[in-house]
């Protein structure tokens, strides 16, 4: 089975020295570690020496990237920037940037194309909110967030989706695992039949208060091929305890 990819999104958080602390806890760890592809995506003031410190099973990545290329956009990172300074990863369309900070899936999708475009692997976010799950409109608000991005790619072979219901990030609710089964079968489903290159081998990882006690379970989904973790990756404790599940 193929290893599963889990990934530590530090937000807004976290200091030099949480970041020398963690890696070194981490990285000490090398037994946990080599279970499975480990990103980190610390803030961005803090990716530079992140890079320094990481290596083997642990991979650096950013939180977001500009829509733009390089030029006039005031407090803009591009992604070639990223690559420039070793980072492998970025989180694009996360629903915090969605919500707080009005990004819209046509503003996602010319960040993923930009990212791609300059050698990144991109994490792309997807998730409903509760009032939309509640009326039954999850799979249809999802599979319209992937559609919108799949549309314009050519090749999938650098991309991976993460599944965040917006009602469990955060807030210590968790979908059930069968009821993220079933999404990211649905994910997978609509995936396939873009018919893109690599579409077969995406993998789909599982965000919303993923800790060492639920991650079994929701690894033991046929279609959790990892985790996006957003609290529990900040201490390596945490960390490691759901990277022990994998
Ligand atoms: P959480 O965040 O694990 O704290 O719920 C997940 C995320 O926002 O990626």
């Known amino acids: ?59 650096v990545g950013a939180q977001n990237c500009s829509m733009q290329g390089a030029g006039a956009f005031t407090g803009e990172v591009a992604s070639e920037m990223l690559v420039d300074l070793g980072v492998q990863w970025v989180i694009v369309g996360h629903s915090e940037r969605r919500e707080l900070f009005g990004e819209s899936d046509a503003v996602v999708l010319e960040k993923v194309k930009r990212a791609l475009a300059s050698g990144l692997k991109v994490m792309l976010c997807v998730g409903e909110s509760l009032a939309q799950r509640e009326q ?3 799979t249809r608000i999802v599979v319209k967030q992937l559609s919108v991005v799949l549309s ?10 993460a599944y965040e219901p917006v009602w469990a990030i955060g807030t210590g609710k968790t979908a059930s695992a069968g009821d993220a089964q079933e999404m990211h079968a649905a994910i997978k489903a609509e995936l396939l039949a873009s018919g893109l290159k690599g579409a077969s081998s995406v993998k789909v990882l599982y965000g919303g208060s993923v800790k060492g006690s639920n991650a079994a379970e929701l690894f033991a989904q046929k279609d959790i ?4 973790v957003g609290g529990a990756s900040l201490k390596a404790k945490d960390f490691l305890a759901i990277i022990a599940e994998s």
């Open 152 to 161: 314009e790619l050519t090749s999938l072979e650098s991309l991976v989706v």
């Open 136 to 138: 039954g409109d999850a």
């Open 225 to 228: 091929d990892g985790a996006l």
């Open 1 to 59: 089975m193929a290893q599963k990819l889990i990934a530590g999104n530090w937000k807004s958080n976290g200091s030099l020295a949480d970041l020398d602390a963690f890696i070194n806890e981490i990285s000490a760890a090398a037994g946990l570690l080599s279970r499975a592809e480990v990103v980190l995506c610390p803030p961005f003031v803090y990716l530079q020496n992140a890079v320094s410190l990481c290596g083997g099973h642990l991979a």
